[in-house]
């Protein structure tokens, strides 16, 4: 029952205050850091029980009022009812997305890359224009920036740009951008007056914590090199460059994103784990995967995702069948539309599978 769900739910949160409030726990930095992130994320579903329960008791005594003899108290309780019923199917209805499982990477930060496809010069402009219209959804959602790798292109945009975006729940919304983005328009280096396809990606990944990561220190290879370049004054003449390999596996990883060794060493053992993890969730979930593909696609590279179509003014998110003809405001920075509806599809593909209701 739904009920008894919200008051299991309710009595944890509960627990978690009490623990909160204990000095030993807030003494104990980290596991009050855990405990407290936990505590934040059951607020709003124990604000919706509490409002719910309220509806529930109301109604019972509407009911009971119906029965009575005088003819004025039925009719204050059929007025109540009908007043309250609907607003019960409503909470109910927000209930089953809260309850939701929650992916436990959606509150992390990630390493954030965007580089140009097919598509030549015209291509590194697109990947600029992916790049303002994103650090404008970013600034929007007040998430901090910090630019690791650029690489321009010869006549604007960019060849690749990597940032790290941090701020709440950052990966749960940008998780959706992973793919290829393609744009069709007259390119500025087209004298004819063309329409072209070209094409950039989108790569997005969740920084994860060491003690986040599964893996034995004694199971890796770190190897340091120096990072290449087409010389000049930019040429790398520290070994930045690092690379994992973990041993059991063979699965390697590893990044010349930065000159700094130390962001390096991050990078690369954030693609580590996002392999490995790929690598583990294929072999637990293959079977489950050919019996029901989901709507919101992998994030692989090859995936197209997205259309931007210049001259009708068009965006189209292929995976959802979702077009908007509003182009000009999306890429200047107006993506939240587009990312909610995909967490809607995602949240309907769940409650397909989930015993929620």
């Known amino acids: 029952m739904l009920l008894e769900k919200l008051e299991s739910i309710y009595s944890h949160f509960m627990d978690l205050e009490e623990k909160l409030s204990d000095p030993e726990v807030a003494s104990d930095m980290k596991q009050f850091m855990k405990l407290n992130k936990e505590y934040k994320s059951l607020t709003e579903i124990v604000e919706v029980y509490k409002t719910y329960k309220n ?83 970013f600034e929007s959602q007040k998430w901090k920036t910090e630019v690791v790798d650029v690489n321009e292109g010869s006549v604007g945009g960019f060849n690749k740009v990597v940032l790290e975006v941090s701020g709440e729940d950052v990966y749960g919304k940008l998780k959706f951008e992973s793919g290829a983005h393609r744009v069709q328009r007259v390119p500025k280096t087209e004298s004819q007056g063309r329409v072209h396809t070209s094409a950039a990606t989108v790569v997005v990944i969740p920084k994860f914590e060491m003690e986040d990561i599964n893996i034995r220190k004694d199971e890796l290879r770190t190897d340091t090199f120096r990072a290449s370049g087409a010389g000049g004054q930019h040429v790398n003449k520290t070994e930045s460059g690092v690379r994992f390999t973990h041993l059991p596996t063979g699965i390697a990883a590893e990044s010349t994103d930065s000159r700094s060794q130390h962001k390096n060493r991050d990078i690369a053992m954030n693609r580590l784990y996002q392999k490995i993890r790929e690598v583990k969730k294929d072999e637990v979930y293959q079977d489950q995967k050919q019996k029901r593909k989901s709507l919101v696609g992998s994030g692989d590279r090859s995936d197209k995702i997205r259309t931007y179509n210049y001259p009708q003014n068009r965006v189209t998110d292929h995976r959802i069948n979702l077009t908007l003809y509003s182009l000009e405001k999306i890429v200047a920075g107006d993506i939240a539309g587009i990312i909610e509806a995909l967490q809607v599809a995602e949240n309907a593909e769940k409650m397909k599978v989930s015993d929620i209701g």
């Open 55 to 137: 509806i529930v008791e109301n109604i019972e005594s509407a009911q009971e009022m119906s029965s009575d003899e005088d003819l004025e108290m039925r009719e204050i309780a059929k007025e109540e009812l009908e007043l309250l019923k609907p607003q019960k199917e409503e909470l109910e209805e927000k209930v089953k997305i809260l309850l939701i499982p929650k992916d436990p990477e959606d509150s992390k930060d990630v390493v954030f890359e965007i580089r140009s496809g097919a598509g030549g010069d015209e291509a590194s402009i697109f990947a600029g224009d992916l790049y303002r219209m994103y650090t404008k959804y």
